[in-house]
């Protein structure tokens, strides 16, 4: 496996190298014949799978969410973050809000149109969503990969994923992905105010952090598409001020059990790396997918992973008995995206990050820590500081919501 850097003269830390080189010797690739069901996918899975939960052991990178005394991220946790490029923090979600969450996240998909195209959902009801400024759903056709290989996203996922034919029976499209949820969950508002993940977010993006946005992944049973190995930043890998943590990070919710058939899967150490050549990667791993090196990031309910945007990762077609969706909402360093041009899923609206921009945004993480702090008045309350001072502009309440969390994300801050 080779890691391409598109940044003439950037250097690899030894470390780095011998864990990338490390990464080469873990489980022969195993290309997909055409027309392979998804009983076939599952058993084909089954090395690469073991392989995989063999070196996650191994690299550890999960425990409780710890803060010091002064409410930063454990030294030991950020280390460790920034060496392997991802940490699975156990049990931050406790049962009560996970079931919020999970009641939330089903009414969303019961509220979904039946196709792409339609506006009614299965009961016959006008589907949610449709006075808002952006539909919060996208389907894909069962266990399909609907971006790999194609120019989607900035062309960021350049290797097609293997596609198996579903079961007989199966619907002509699926939820895939679903937005908004800090304007069509309640609970979801609530989650995006949690002090401890914002304690996180400062410690590794500093006190003027700023959000990224927010998407829902869901993963059918037996349905649920793939989403073909890629990087998430676009904008910064030939910059001057680049480092490993420039494109920022994701915080992923997990409402259910991910297991080994349909987690995320990441490859440690490269977000260290600059930008790879992914269609590289999988040519000269025999055209297979099942690129070495990778760990999946198994999870119970209500853990929640941490992964550097440049980490090159991705998952896998879910042709597994088992549900995932996950609360997907990411964070940036302020300074990485004041002034840059919108990207990704906005690029067409050719905004720009200006400070009123930037301001409106993160209104929203004010807004949703008085949202927690209103449902949960005995619990911790983060201080935001680009909003010391001015909390009361920005309580929880019926006009607060009109004024800021509806349409948010229209104003996403994506690089």
């Known amino acids: 496996m080779a890691l391409v850097l598109a940044c003439p003269g950037r250097r690899e830390s030894p470390q780095s190298r011998e864990e990338t080189s490390a990464m080469t010797q873990l489980a022969e690739p195993q290309a997909a014949p055409p027309g392979l069901s998804r009983a076939e996918h599952a058993a084909g899975m089954s090395a690469y799978r073991a392989a995989g939960e063999k070196l996650a052991a191994e690299i550890g990178n999960r425990g409780p969410l710890r803060l010091t005394e002064d409410g930063a991220l454990h030294p030991d946790i950020q280390a460790a973050y920034w060496r392997h490029g991802y940490y699975i923090f156990e049990g931050v979600i406790d049962a009560a809000e996970v079931e919020a969450l999970r009641a939330d996240a089903q009414a969303m998909l019961a509220r979904a149109p039946v196709g792409p195209d339609a506006t009614l959902d299965a009961q016959g009801r006008p589907a949610l969503g449709l006075d808002y400024a952006r539909l919060p759903y996208r389907f894909t056709k069962p266990l399909a990969d609907p971006w790999g290989g194609t120019q989607l996203l900035g062309g960021r996922h350049p290797a097609q994923m293997v596609q198996p034919k579903p079961d007989a029976g199966a ?245």
């Not at 040519?283 to 941490?306: F, I, K, Y």
């Not at 921009?357 to 983060?382: G, K, L, T, W």
């Not at 500081?385 to 004024?403: H, I, K, L, S, V």
């Open 171 to 415: 619907p002509e499209h699926v939820v895939f992905l679903m937005y908004s949820m800090c304007q069509s969950m309640p609970s979801g508002l609530r989650l995006y105010g949690h002090p401890g993940l914002l304690a996180a977010a400062q410690s590794i993006n500093g006190a003027d952090f700023v959000p990224f946005n927010d998407a829902i992944f869901v993963k059918q049973p037996g349905l649920g598409g793939s989403v073909a190995w890629h990087q998430d930043g676009v904008t910064h890998w030939n910059s001057p001020e680049w480092d490993e943590g420039i494109h920022g990070f994701n915080f992923q919710v997990q409402l259910y059990p991910t297991t080994l058939g349909n987690c995320l899967w990441v490859i440690p150490g490269s977000h260290k790396l600059g930008k790879a050549d992914i269609k590289a990667m999988v040519r000269e791993n025999g055209g297979s997918e099942q690129l070495p090196g990778a760990v999946p990031l198994v999870c119970a309910a209500g853990d929640v992973t941490m992964v550097n945007r440049q980490m090159v990762h991705g998952s896998f077609a879910n042709s597994s008995p088992d549900l995932r969706i996950s609360l997907t909402f990411g964070f940036h360093r302020r300074k990485s995206v004041l002034g840059q041009k919108a990207a990704l899923s906005i690029e067409d609206s050719k905004a720009v990050y200006d400070e009123t921009r930037i301001f409106e945004r993160s209104a929203v993480i004010q807004v949703a820590i008085d949202a927690r702090h209103q449902a949960f008045p005995d619990a911790p309350v983060f201080r935001y500081q680009p909003f010391t001072g001015r909390e009361d502009e920005f309580r929880f309440t019926p006009e607060t919501f009109d004024r800021v969390i509806r349409d948010y994300n229209t104003k996403d801050l994506a690089i």
